[in-house]
């Protein structure tokens, strides 16, 4: 479980076992069933979580349908990081897809890692500046691809989550109508084998 | 040139202030930083960098005003405006050391207080306050990215001009209409109407 992230961790910093063990030991395990909530929007965000096993999804509420902002499979952050950051309420909710285990941390015990560890406080900054370039990525990929360029892009890069997410949930997640996702997801499957 | 000796000075004075929010810093450690940066000044409307270059540098403004858009096709999508202590850059190029998809160009003359990616990576590893202070500086950015992102995908039309009109009055004087419209996605027609509607209320 903590190799996993020490996995994660060492693509940003390289930690020595003493640097890890202290972070190791400011976090806690906390597993969900599926289809539950660990953030309510309103409420402030009190972890950073990082998935050990399942799935989880970011999302609001626009009229009477959810706009689904992030999904986060093994191996990656998930938070409603600005109301983490900040203290504020969180605009989103986050709720798991499958039986979800997490690596998760206090907003607190960071800020008690990042006073002791100067290596940790390295960590925070190049993670926090992921998260803006992934943001920026984003944004920017929105308003330069068409729904169709869209879909084969996220297609591509995320072939296991297309097997795993419900087909409504990505259509969100991409801004595009379900029956847009489906037809797209057809014409995917005529295109001959060995070409790409 | 004393006059603009003393608008530096102030720019400085307002650099310094606006860091020791973050991190306070000692008049000496301001002035390790600042062996680091450079200033740069531009003319309006000068491409500060252009699509397909290698972003070298974070600016900050210290005065003027600078837009930075995406070029498409047929038009151009204006994701920042950066007035007086804004951070502005191309930054996925900045940081990924890759050719640019943005554009970032001044609207009236700028100068900009700017540090190369090697310098930062330089003060970091230097000054461990640096480390503190770009964490808790990006963390302020990405809160008010996740900001703008949750209103553009959240509010009306009419929301985020109301919202923007009244947060930055002083920007619909600086800055042509079409760029704010397009910087809040709202159609420059449907802007002027907007603006029309809000005039009866004055006074």
Not at chain 1, 40 to 57: C, D, H, P, S, T
Not at chain 1, 123 to 150: A, I, N, P, Y
Not at chain 2, 76 to 104: C, D, K, M, N, W
């Amino acid at each position: 479980m903590l190799e996993m992230l020490r996995q994660y961790v060492s693509g940003y910093v390289a930690l020595s076992d003493q640097e890890f063990s202290f972070l190791a030991d400011m976090l806690v395990i906390r597993s969900f069933d599926k289809r539950q909530q660990l953030t309510q929007a309103g409420e402030v965000e009190n972890y950073m979580n990082f998935v050990i096993k399942g799935l989880a999804r970011m999302y609001f509420h626009r009229g009477n349908t959810e706009v689904i902002t992030n999904i986060a499979k093994e191996g990656e952050l998930i938070s409603s990081s600005a109301s983490f950051l900040s203290g504020n309420p969180s605009s989103f909710y986050i709720e798991t897809l499958e039986p979800t285990t997490f690596l998760s941390i206090t907003r607190q015990h960071l800020d008690k890692l990042y006073r002791e560890s100067p290596a940790i406080e390295r960590l925070g900054r190049l993670l926090t500046t992921h998260f803006v370039l992934q943001k920026e990525e984003w944004e920017l990929s929105c308003m330069r691809l068409d729904t169709r360029e869209r879909f084969l892009h996220f297609v591509e890069t995320n072939p296991e989550l297309v097997q795993r997410v419900p087909q409504k949930y990505l259509a969100s997640y991409l801004n595009m109508k379900p029956e847009t996702f489906s037809r797209l997801k057809h014409l995917l499957r005529k295109r001959p084998s060995g070409r790409k | 040139m004393t006059n603009k000796g003393a608008t530096y000075k102030a720019a400085l004075d307002e650099l310094h202030h606006q860091l020791s929010r973050f991190v306070p810093l000692t008049k000496a450690e301001f002035g390790q930083l600042l062996t680091h940066v450079e200033i740069r000044e531009f003319e309006k409307k000068v491409k500060v960098i252009r699509e397909g270059e290698v972003e070298r540098y974070l600016n900050i403004v210290a005065w003027g005003l600078v837009r930075k858009y995406l070029p498409l096709r047929n038009k151009e999508i204006t994701v920042q405006l950066a007035p007086e202590g804004h951070i502005i850059h191309s930054e996925l190029s900045f940081y990924y050391r890759t050719p640019s998809r943005a554009v970032v160009e001044t609207i009236e003359p700028t100068v900009f207080f700017s540090i190369t990616y090697e310098s930062l990576e330089q003060l970091y590893d230097q000054m461990p306050k640096i480390e503190r202070l770009g964490r808790l500086m990006i963390s302020d950015l990405f809160i008010k990215k996740d900001d703008r992102y949750f209103d553009q995908l959240k509010k009306t039309t009419r929301e985020r001009f109301l919202e923007y009109i009244h947060t930055h009055p002083q920007m619909l004087q600086r800055v042509p209409q079409k760029y704010i419209a397009s910087y809040l996605n709202i159609k420059p027609e449907t802007f002027s109407r907007l603006k029309h509607l809000m005039r009866p209320k004055r006074g």
